[in-house]
């Protein structure tokens, strides 16, 4: 039984023929760039998460990049964030032309770890951007406390936590501003890339959407150099159609999640994924840490199924980031789990028998 980590075809047979009348509708309305049917989407996300508005922007990256844009971040500022994340999350801040400065995770949850903020705060840090990493909300109670505190921006990277919930409220509309990824694979998964901002500030709304559209006020007039990143219609369409049904997608993922971790229970050499008491995991990745982990991603390849490793390596020890001066000590937590982490498949088509298929394989290794 070959089982992927992702089954893309699945999901679209089981809503075909929305998604090919949804496209069709923008082809014969030729509704290519923003348009009705982004519009649409952004009203329908907005009222989803609890946020007053959404801009639609051209992929995850941007949103975080024009959100900090948005909020006059740039040269000689610098933004915290965790030392786990894809590198979308630090790299967006530097594109800002601030520094990113990491912070160690939660060794339980995996996110940012709020005990660990403070020391990181200057007179040059600007925001703090917590990443809701694998669909588990970060701590947002003490994080904006300290931001609070020391009078800087909350920008949520949800990018792969849609409809995840902190305390009853879904994030991504928590902080001053919410960048959410609809890159295929995720919980909510555009049919190439896309990405949105939340915010309930009029203000930010008003000024995100000209910073992702030229900096436009009207056709040909720029009120200040923005850039080119704008949701297109067609993404806007399959996005709407989805978002009926990720409700019921999210309690699926989370079925499996339940079954993965009866199933696994027993099994002394894997440390299962948490939920912590203030939040509603989505389970975009079901991340157990293993014992000899690479030995294991092999034996579940060779029998058929797919892992993930999200991710191999800690932003802060990338190359990219060498000109930072860190050493794996400085981050313990996040060095030593991305030689542990393993990713088994998880998406709301998989099987109860495809799970113990799975579970079974894995208890076979050990």
Request: charged share 25%.
């Amino acid at each position: 039984m070959k089982i992927p980590l992702v089954d893309l075809t699945a999901q679209y047979l089981s809503i075909k023929t929305e998604i090919d009348d949804a496209i069709s509708k923008v082809i014969n309305d030729t509704a290519f760039i923003k348009g009705k049917y982004v519009n649409d989407f952004e009203e329908n996300f907005a009222s989803k998460i609890g946020g007053k508005h959404c801009i639609g922007v051209g992929n995850g990256t941007d949103a975080l990049f024009i959100s900090m844009k948005t909020l006059g971040i740039g040269s000689g500022d610098e933004v915290i964030t965790a030392a786990n994340s894809f590198i979308a999350t630090s790299e967006s801040i530097t594109m800002t032309g601030a520094k990113v400065v990491f912070v160690d995770v939660d060794p339980r949850n995996y996110n940012i770890d709020p005990k660990r903020i403070g020391e990181k705060i200057t007179g040059k840090t600007r925001a703090i951007m917590p990443v809701h990493l694998y669909g588990h909300p970060a701590d947002m109670d003490p994080i904006i406390e300290i931001a609070k505190k020391h009078d800087l921006f909350v920008i949520e990277d949800a990018s792969q936590a849609h409809f995840a919930e902190y305390k009853g409220r879904k994030v991504g509309g928590i902080g001053d501003m919410g960048c959410f990824s609809f890159y295929p694979g995720k919980n909510l998964g555009a049919y190439g890339d896309a990405g949105a901002i939340v915010t309930n500030s009029d203000e930010l709304n008003e000024r995100a959407r000209k910073t992702a559209n030229h900096g436009r006020i009207g056709k040909y007039n720029h009120e200040f150099e923005g850039v080119n990143s704008r949701m297109d219609g067609i993404q806007g369409a399959v996005l709407d159609v989805k978002l009926r049904h990720l409700a019921e997608w999210t309690e699926k993922r989370r079925n499996i999640a339940r079954l993965y971790g009866e199933m696994l229970n027993d099994v002394p050499d894997i440390i299962r994924p948490v939920e912590e008491y203030y939040a509603k995991h989505v389970y975009h990745v079901y991340v157990i840490r293993a014992k000899e982990r690479n030995a294991l991603r092999e034996h579940l390849k060779n029998n058929g199924i797919s892992a993930g490793i999200h991710y191999p390596t800690a932003l802060p020890n990338l190359p990219a980031y060498g000109y930072l001066g860190h050493t794996p000590s400085d981050f313990p937590v996040a060095s030593r789990y991305q030689d542990e982490v393993l990713s088994l498949p998880l998406y709301p088509e998989l099987s109860e028998e495809q799970a113990g298929v799975i579970v079974s394989c894995i208890k076979g290794f050990y």
